[in-house]
Nanobody, 120 residues
Framework: QVRLVETGGGLVQPGGSLKLSCTASGRTFEGYFMGWFRQAPGKERRFVGAIRWNGDTTNYAASLKDRFTVSIDSAKNTVYLQMNSLKPDDTAVYYC?????????????WGQGTQVTVSS
């Protein structure tokens, strides 16, 4: 049973920072890309960033690259999303996902998501 479990969401003030974690279990993810997506209310799910399991490559949405950083600790089966200078429009459910193709719109495995709310 493959599971991706996101933690670290919550309420943060504009300009603040938050770090999300995604712990993967149930299979080996070597060769996979671990991605982060987000979905704001009433909007489509959008790609945030991704990192290959071994950490050698990363991909980001261009609009977020200056504020968001994806990292991974393969030994801990955990991928992270560091979010800085948060804005109200960053409010969304953030999902961890895994896929062999980083450019796929739909990934093979998904977590349940964690809510991030940016508000004063």
């Amino acid at each position: 049973q493959v599971r991706l479990v996101e933690t670290g969401g919550g309420l943060v003030q504009p300009g603040g920072s938050l770090k999300l974690s995604c712990t993967a279990s149930g299979r080996t993810f070597e060769g996979y890309f671990m991605g982060w997506f987000r979905q704001a209310p009433g909007k489509e799910r959008r790609f945030v960033g991704a990192i290959r399991w071994n950490g050698d490559t990363t991909n980001y949405a261009a609009s977020l690259k200056d504020r968001f950083t994806v990292s991974i600790d393969s030994a801990k089966n955990t991928v992270y999303l560091q979010m800085n200078s948060l804005k109200p429009d960053d409010t969304a459910v953030y999902y961890c996902a895994a896929n062999t193709n980083v450019w796929a719109r739909e990934y093979e495995f998904w977590g349940q998501g964690t809510q991030v709310t940016v508000s004063s």
